[in-house]
């Protein structure tokens, strides 16, 4: 394929490593300068993010020379010097830090010309090339998305406090501003009244790295990408200088907790007024720092490499503002989740290591295919056949605990992410949207229609290409197999279950899939293959179980075990996933997830130092913490820890919490739910533990024409992950 044809191109890259001293090596050119007896090993890099994306116009660099105090470091942008100044860094005298600015919007040469402070001759020089991109983007997600609407005025800077105001431009920009908040004694964060003045209610705190001092906290607003960003940091400002990449605040432990929001639906052609939040308290009081974009909100944005380039943006402009962390750890649940492995997978180096709560692999696959399946079910349970399935009929057939997951208002209504009609955000105007006959080409409102740059169009219709399908599915198999469901109601369900046309409602015939679409799929990382980034990352999995919900939920535990599969059959293994499972906590708040912070910081620092041979894959299993283990709490009133190796329905841990395998998993699919379209056999016997009458034989095979799917096969145009880091 062409990039014309695609819209898609390998980007030539190398990998972020956590370590510092590794960031932009690849690109670095060293050189020497003046006479022999004179002349050192000079090198530059980029700090604050890799040399190929960087943003704004700036980007912190780190100079590393052989000479002592008395070298001065220069800088040239373009063969022109430039005033930026480097300072030393305390913790390396022969290495200088500082903001080069000025950079032009593509490809830009900066040179480092170490002097000797005694004679002024140029001791040595090195250069880096750096290609700079704007500050509202893109980088490499492909063209801005229109119409996209500015939400500054509804966004409100913490609780309590003041909205942000009016945009500056069209692309939704503000000028960035710094409060003060403090957490009181009383448990609130309130605006702090006077920087000069630690107040009396103010709540203290003891943090990771031993430093006790008022929980007082830095929070920068600005915008990139089109985006509302906000990073947290707990700071003194009567107490403390302010912070600069040599001049770090007290409290802060180095570690960035990077976190990430859910939703889906709604979550296109928008700002958002919200982030994932930076104003944990039981995250900050450890000192770690926190960073969020409003585009890293699933419900305002659902597209995983549009979120991905604002992770990238916003950890660059925490680097030059406070330096580059030791490492950024991903948290988030549910939207959250799908963010944080396809960033970790896609684009490696943007997240050290990774806690996806109430998970799913991704939402194009992984939810949009539990929840139309789920949609396609339960529609047929209760308008086309009601009355035929019992409860718990319905429950085997849709492969979970119970059938109140079936009806859940987000499962049942998940279709609606596949509706180009539905789920608009409010703000857009009605004469703006798409309707199949009064404005055909209007704006669509739905999954695919937002992640068109990584699809691409239909030519026939204009329309995102689609890589959804249910042909040959046999819904209900193993209940059949199983003796729970008749082979009347099989055939019957398989008969009039239906599918989905361009628009996202039900019809009668089957979903086929655009081709082009499960190839890029595939190719660029829709479907989270396990087999990039998160080969090297370290994930701790964290389920706050569910799936029994009295009013159901789609976040069934099932898919943990399904992205587990899926390190497992790129890798060889899923040593670096670890997974915790709890009930009666949030998503987010509960007793081993709070814990898993600590253990990841613990994973992420060893692994940082580990000096000894071996890959990093190797690095990263080597260095899992003793005190980190797979299990769950029981679900006693005082929870004990049960240690094991999870299973979906077998041990402590799956008796305690089962997880049944889905809709899909019901019909045959395998556990690593990958097979996006299934390649077909002939309709055959050896699928039945049950007979079949003749004339129920031959209804069978008018319902599957073209064959019934095998699943031992790879699908439809599955392929391997292209590659990392690319861009559209």
Not at 104 to 124: I, R, Y
Not at 338 to 344: D, N, S
Request: glycine fraction near 10%.
């Amino acid at each position: 394929m062409s990039d014309q044809m695609t819209g898609w191109r390998l980007a030539k890259s190398s990998t972020w490593a956590p370590l510092a001293l590794s960031v932009g090596a690849a690109l670095v050119l060293v050189a020497c300068g003046g006479d022999d007896e004179r002349s050192e090993t000079v090198a530059v890099r980029v700090e604050s993010s890799q040399a190929a994306y960087v943003s704004g116009g700036d980007a912190l660099l780190r100079v590393d020379t052989e000479g002592a105090a008395n070298r001065q470091v220069r800088l040239k942008v373009n063969g022109v010097a430039t005033t930026s100044t480097l300072a030393a860094d305390p913790a390396d005298p022969k290495s200088r830090i500082g903001l080069v600015t000025g950079l032009a919007l593509g490809d830009n040469t900066v040179v480092a010309e170490v002097v000797d402070t005694g004679t002024n001759a140029v001791v040595g020089s090195a250069s880096v090339q750096i290609r700079n991109h704007p500050r509202t983007g893109p980088m490499f997600s492909g063209a801005h998305e229109t119409p996209f609407l500015c939400q500054t005025e509804a966004f409100r800077l913490f609780p309590g406090g003041p909205l942000l105001g009016a945009a500056k431009d069209a692309n939704c920009s503000i000028d960035t501003r710094v409060d003060y908040v403090y957490r009181t004694t009383a448990n609130t964060f309130v605006a702090l009244p006077d920087p000069a003045v630690v107040p009396t209610d103010a709540a203290s705190t003891t943090t990771t790295n031993g430093s006790t001092l008022p929980f007082i906290v830095r929070l920068e607003t600005g915008t990139a990408n089109r985006a509302i960003y906000q990073t947290a940091v707990l700071h003194s400002p009567s107490t403390e200088p302010t912070p600069s990449p040599v001049v770090r605040p007290l409290g802060w432990n180095g570690a960035v907790v990077y976190t990430f929001g859910g939703g889906c639906p709604g979550g296109w052609y928008r700002q958002g007024a919200n982030t994932g939040g930076v104003l944990d308290e039981n995250i900050l009081r450890h000192g770690f720092a926190m960073a969020s974009s409003s585009l890293n909100v699933y419900g305002n944005n659902c597209n995983d490499v549009l979120a991905a380039e604002s992770v990238a943006m916003v950890r660059e402009r925490f680097s030059e503002v406070y330096g580059r962390p030791r490492h950024v750890i991903g948290w988030g649940c549910s939207g959250g989740s799908y963010q944080q492995l396809q960033t970790a997978d896609n684009y490696p180096g943007l997240l050290d290591g990774i806690i996806p709560s109430c998970s799913f692999p991704e939402v194009m696959f992984a939810t949009a295919q539990f929840m139309t399946d789920s949609f396609l079910l339960g529609t047929y349970f209760r308008d086309v056949a009601p009355n035929t399935f019992s409860g718990p009929q319905q429950a085997a057939v849709a492969g979970i605990v119970t059938v109140a997951t079936l009806f859940n208002g987000t499962n049942f209504n998940g279709a609606s992410r596949i509706d180009p009609t539905a789920n608009c955000p409010a703000d857009l105007p009605a004469a703006q949207r798409y309707h199949p006959t009064t404005n055909p080409t209007g704006t669509r409102c739905s999954l695919y229609d937002h992640t068109v740059n990584q699809l691409g169009k239909d030519p026939s219709t204009g329309f995102a290409r689609r890589p959804l399908d249910n042909t040959g599915i046999q819904y209900g198999l193993e209940a059949l197999n199983a003796g729970t469901i008749t082979v009347d109601q099989f055939l019957d369900l398989n008969e009039r279950v239906g599918g989905y046309d361009i628009d996202g409602k039900r019809q009668a015939a089957r979903t086929v899939a655009d081709p082009l679409a499960l190839r890029a799929a595939y190719q660029k990382g829709r479907l989270t293959s396990g087999s990039g980034g998160l080969r090297t990352t370290p994930v701790i999995d964290y389920r706050n179980y569910a799936d029994d919900a009295l009013r159901g939920d789609v976040h069934t535990r099932y898919h943990s075990f399904s992205m587990r599969e899926r390190l497992i059959k790129a890798n060889g293994h899923a040593d670096n996933f670890v997974m915790l499972a709890e009930t009666g906590s949030s998503s987010t708040g509960g007793p081993l997830v709070q814990k898993a912070i600590l253990e990841m910081d613990k994973w992420l620092t060893a692994i940082a130092a580990d000096r000894a041979s071996g890959t990093a894959e190797q690095k990263v299993v080597r260095n899992k913490p003793a005190t980190l283990q797979e299990g769950c709490n029981s679900r006693d009133a005082t929870p004990v820890f049960i240690a094991e190796k999870m299973e979906p329905l077998t041990g402590q841990c799956g008796a305690l919490y089962p997880a049944p395998d889905g809709p899909r998993g019901v019909a045959g699919a395998p556990l690593a739910a990958d097979i996006v379209k299934c390649q077909l056999k002939p309709v055959a016997t050896s699928d039945y533990t049950v007979a079949f009458t003749t004339a129920q034989d031959t209804r069978l095979r008018a319902i599957f024409p073209t064959g019934t799917c095998r699943w031992d096969v790879p699908g439809v145009e599955q392929q391997a992950l292209s590659g990392t880091w690319l861009t559209y």
